[in-house]
Antibody, heavy 123, light 111 residues
Framework: QVTLRESGPALVKPTQTLTLTCSFSGFSLKTSPMCMSWVRQPPGKALEWLAL???????YYNPSLKTRLTISKDTSKNQVVLTVTNMEPVDTGTYFC???????????????WGQGALVTVSS | SYVLTQPPSLSVAPGKTATITCGGDNIGSKSVHWYQQKPGQAPVLVIY???????DRPSGIPERFTGSNSGNTATLSISRVAAGDEADYYC??????????FGGGTKLTVL
């Protein structure tokens, strides 16, 4: 059974760095085609992809946020971590981690999602 | 950057077919996936396109959900629409610049 769970602070202040952890079970990130992604959703708005890390530690980022994002994984702990620097109120939203299938061709697909973590940026 | 355009909303009577479009430049050359998201819940993959398994559905997704893609428009069709299909639907592709792109989402209302 595949499960994913996001954890991290519910409230951060402007300019602070957000660190979110996705803890997962039921699969391994050690072999192709398993990857992990982060997706966020501002209240009442559309999904926005943030980052992807593959089984070989290759990383991909949303170009508009690339300078602020870092994704990493610890396969021994079955965890993936996302950091977002210099948080602003517009970064408020629900942050999802999603298991990702990507073979290097075609389109990565997100077949399992965590429940999401609501992060509010406010002083 | 690559842009996917979806109609913001669509209303369909129960039992009819909902057709949700996703427009993009030459999207017919890309693999497109579709997600359903109900209020307060995480998105769910409902149909996906892989070269080896075109327009496949994850376990538990009914055959009423079908997809197509040609030219500049990809389409998600939901036949025999029921109240339980009311949700936001998002299309998704992988851009040539190595990034995931989502459409803006379509809110499906069952009348």
């Amino acid at each position: 059974q595949v499960t994913l769970r996001e954890s991290g602070p519910a409230l951060v202040k402007p300019t602070q760095t957000l660190t979110l952890t996705c803890s997962f079970s039921g699969f391994s990130l050690k072999t192709s085609p398993m990857c992990m992604s982060w997706v966020r959703q501002p209240p009442g708005k559309a999904l926005e992809w943030l980052a992807l890390i593959d089984w070989d530690d290759d990383t991909y980022y949303n170009p508009s946020l690339k300078t602020r994002l870092t994704i990493s994984k610890d396969t021994s702990k079955n965890q993936v971590v996302l950091t977002v620097t210099n948080m602003e109120p517009v970064d408020t939203g629900t942050y999802f981690c999603a298991r990702t299938h990507y073979l290097g061709l075609g389109t990565p697909k997100f077949d399992y999602w965590g429940q999401g973590a609501l992060v509010t940026v406010s002083s | 950057s690559y842009v996917l355009t979806q109609p913001p909303s669509l209303s369909v009577a129960p039992g009819k077919t909902a057709t949700i479009t996703c427009g993009g430049d030459n999207i017919g050359s890309k693999s497109v996936h579709w997600y359903q998201q109900k209020p307060g819940q995480a998105p769910v993959l409902v149909i996906y396109y892989d070269r080896d398994r075109p327009w496949d559905r994850p376990s538990g997704i009914p055959e009423r959900f079908t997809g197509s893609n040609s030219g500049n428009t990809a389409t998600l069709s939901i036949s025999r629409v029921a109240a339980g299909d009311e949700a936001d639907y998002y299309c998704q592709v992988w851009d040539s610049s190595s990034q995931v792109v989502f459409g803006g989402g379509t809110k499906l209302t069952v009348l």
